[in-house]
């Protein structure tokens, strides 16, 4: 095998050298000292969330990181819950100054529940296996050895009604596990739920409402007998970087054919990109000021009384950063690989470096351009290359990749890469409209990813605006007497209410991110596009439940004037939250967004109804979103790529390309 480490970015003792840069162990260390000191951490304290509270835009861009001016303060945020009493607190602390900045206690009807705690995993199963009424369910199924019955603590959304919302609750649905290494997904234990409040650490509910038998096929991909032997007759593919990759990496700062950026990571939304910029003129030209996919949400179609509220939010309610994975050379990536490691921490605040946690490489991406001229005889190609930057997280049953693209072209794209095994149910029978049958009685509900990523948009300075793209044929009149005009529609997106926007695959819909204040050499503003793939936006229904928690995935686009409170679409608290938090509330002004600092969420991600082929592990789904440098440039900004190789030359027949 070639692949090969490059190196590390630094010592995990060393002090941060940006103001961005993730927080580091001794940063989490020192903070939480700084909240004992402050008696906010009681023997029953447990961490929900902890992580960097970033600067404002300008305390980073005014800095001595962007211009003048001291350091902003490092600082930390942290949701505390005491699990004895449920009581709940969002502070934050300044590492800088050693002390506690801001404290709130929660209020659990209007602010919901902070995240899923590590040992919430542990503690549903225990607390099921302790309830005679859920083992009674149980062993009327003929399910009496508990050991072996996997329970998943799953977030319990807010539907109104009174005896949940002032618990801190999940639902707990059972699969069965018959030996250590049987896959349990296989064997979901359908029509049994265990409503359980997490700090009464009780079953206070039961749903018990069907009876369908336990799917018995194995779903163990890695017994020999389910998969079968291993094929013989793949060779080998080596990718070799003879010189070395072509990217640097000082610290957090990456840097590769033009492009700057920084990379951050947080327990919550996993990679973050900052300050992203392109060489031109000699000089960096900003692009994006922070990317990132701040939340996720994944609801079924299934309206099963024991299953009709499994919607989850896996980056709100789960923290997808905290799930990831370590990475393995030679496995996960292939190639000439610098990894960068990622401090999470546990419900103790004790720091958890996740070695190998983001991966960054180069890969040949295909033909750049090429053309074999007919008059003067120029035959060249040219290869594509982009910077790959990523990480995997696993958050129960499935493993989300989250990969952004940088290409030699000024061409950005995030690919999200689904894969993991399938949330499962028992299956009822033929013309049962809400689940694929995947194995004998085994049913996979239908259900959607919902991406929605933040884009703090910086193109060419603060002052941007967003235009909705639409090309359309145009009908047969005085100016098309053939009918053959194709014309674009451009609309100027002004205030935050008229830019809640919804793709149109029919008209070829974009949205263009424009400088207001820098043109092109046609006097045209300079711009990025984005690209969207429009597939359905939430299909749960208007007036749902989840369409109230989830207002960000009932459009593609979203436009907001930058605040830097403004940073989850579904709101700070997404756990057993009401709903009207995040994007409603951000564009409740109706701010006007035309020549100002401006940040694009948009939502994206498929409508999943799965396969046979999708179990009993996923081959991967793909989806994303592409941002394309439009008038950016003032021509192909790639000419100057040269050829890959000598016998990429043509024997001079008209001279080299124009
Ligand atoms: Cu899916």
Known sequence: MTDTTTRRAEAPGSLPAHPLDPARPQEYLAGREILAAAGLLGDAVRFAYYGLEEPPKDAVLGGPHGGSGAAPDRRLRAFLIDVVTGESADVVLSVTQRKVISSRTLDPLADGQVPILDQDFALAEEIVHADPGWRAAMARRGLTDVTKIRACPLTAGSYGVAAEQARRMVRVLAFV??????????????????????????????????????????????????????????????????????????????????????????AREGLTLHQVTLADDGGQRPVIYRASIPELVVPYGDPAPTRYWQNYFDCGEYLVGKWANSLELGCDCLGEIAYLDATVTGDDGEPRTIGNAICIHEEDSGILWKHTDIFNGSAQSRRQRRLVISFFSTVGNYDYGFYWYFYLDGTIECEVKLTGVLFTSGYPGDGFRYATEVAPGLGAPGHQHLFSARLDMM????????????????????????????????????????????????????????????????????????????????????????????????????????????????????????????????????????????????????????????????????????????????????????????????????????
Request: aromatic residues 8%; hydrophobic residues 35%; charged residues 25%.
């Open 177 to 266: 596990q018959a030996s250590e290494h049987d896959l349990a997904w296989a064997h979901p234990v359908d029509g049994v739920a265990a409503y359980v409040d997490l700090i009464e650490r009780r079953v206070f509910k039961m749903i018990d409402e069907l009876d369908l038998p336990v799917p018995r096929e194995s779903g163990d991909y890695d017994d020999p007998a389910v998969r079968g032997p291993l094929r013989t007759t793949l060779r080998p593919i080596e990718i070799t970087q003879p010189e070395g990759p072509s990217f640097t990496l000082d610290g957090h700062l990456l840097e590769w054919q033009g492009w700057s950026l920084r990379i951050g990571f947080d």
């Open 459 to 658: 193109v060419d300075g603060l002052a941007n605006a967003v235009d909705e793209i639409d090309t359309r044929g145009l009908p047969v009149g005085p100016d098309n007497p053939h009918g053959n005009a194709i014309a674009q529609t451009v609309t100027r997106l002004r205030t935050e209410s008229q830019a809640g926007r919804r793709a149109a695959a029919d008209r070829a819909r974009l949205w263009r991110v424009v400088s207001t204040e820098r043109t092109n050499r046609f006097g045209q503003p300079t711009a990025f596009t984005l690209y969207p793939e429009a597939a359905p936006i939430l299909l749960a229904a208007p007036g749902s439940s989840l369409a109230r928690r989830a207002v960000f995935a009932t459009n593609h686009l979203w436009v907001t004037r930058y605040d830097p409170a403004h940073r989850y679409p579904a709101g700070d608290f997404v756990n057993q939250h009401p709903g009207g938090a995040g994007i409603p509330a951000f564009t409740a002004g109706d701010r006007d967004i035309d020549g100002t600092d401006v940040v694009l969420w948009h939502t994206f991600g498929p409508a999943h109804f799965p396969r046979p082929e999708d179990w009993p592990v996923m081959p991967v789904a793909r989806c994303g979103f592409v941002l394309k440098p439009t008038g950016f440039f003032d021509r192909n900004p790639t000419l100057d790529v040269p050829p890959p190789g000598p016998r990429c030359h043509p024997a001079e027949p008209g001279g080299s390309a124009r």
